[in-house]
């Protein structure tokens, strides 16, 4: 029992992460916050596992990491008002429109683009390149606004663990102390998933409505 008692400590952490952000009780940033707080306090005087070199070393780990992930959004941040600047999105737009494709194809065409945007712009940036380029588009197709941020944000989301600016596969890497090109095999399988999930959700717009549309109500 006491075992059992000492592991759900940190058993009810990703329960603590979920349930906080899904109540609305704390947004994704101050949940992590939090559950480092919570960790270190677990780690520090219940196991007592963690000694000052130790909280140094990751307090040293933990401010690089995070300098060279800043320093990856803030390029893109740079690179993107490049792009705005050069008129890029409208030349994107016009390209699009200027297909005359079905719906459907025309659909399929943004999320390839946004896909391609996600490989190498952090999330940020590529929502406010995309956004006043798609969202007319998408407007004229008749959808929803809702359904059109869910597409866009499933569809970035993968480009967090696609090389070569990969936000996520990057911190990860850095935590796993390998290099990024050594996980493309075994990331396949996940973006393959991950692309058909987001065909799935475009083209099935009431997997994601339903239950706004509830609440609309």
């Not at 600047?85 to 297909?99: A, K, N, T, Y």
């Not at 194809?105 to 945007?117: R, S």
Request: charged content about 10%; overall charge neutral; glycine content about 6%.
């Amino acid at each position: 029992m006491t075992i059992l008692f000492r592991a759900s400590l940190i058993l009810v952490l990703p329960v603590f992460l979920v349930l906080s952000i899904a109540m609305g009780i704390a947004t994704a940033t101050e949940a992590a916050a939090l559950a480092a707080v919570y960790a270190f306090v677990i780690s520090a005087f219940v196991y007592r596992s963690l000694n000052f070199r130790q909280i140094a070393r990751a307090l040293r780990d933990t401010v690089y990491t995070t300098t060279v992930v800043m320093f990856i959004v803030c390029s893109s941040m740079i690179f993107s008002w490049v792009l705005i600047s050069e008129g890029v999105p409208q030349l994107i737009s016009d390209l699009l429109l200027g297909f005359g494709l079905p719906n459907w194809a025309l659909l399929l065409l943004i999320i390839l683009v946004m896909t391609l945007g996600g490989m190498f712009l952090d999330t940020v940036p590529n929502i406010f390149i995309f956004v006043p380029i798609l969202y007319p588009i998408t407007a004229e197709m008749g959808m929803d606004p809702m359904h059109f941020s869910i597409i866009m944000l499933c569809t970035l989301s993968v480009g967090l663990f696609t090389p070569p600016v990969g936000t996520s596969l990057f911190v990860s890497c850095r935590i796993g102390k390998i290099r990024m090109e050594d996980t493309l095999k075994d990331l396949t399988p996940y973006f393959l998933v991950g692309m058909a999930t987001v065909i799935v959700v475009a083209f099935i717009p009431s997997l994601t409505l339903w239950l706004p549309s509830l609440i609309g109500q």
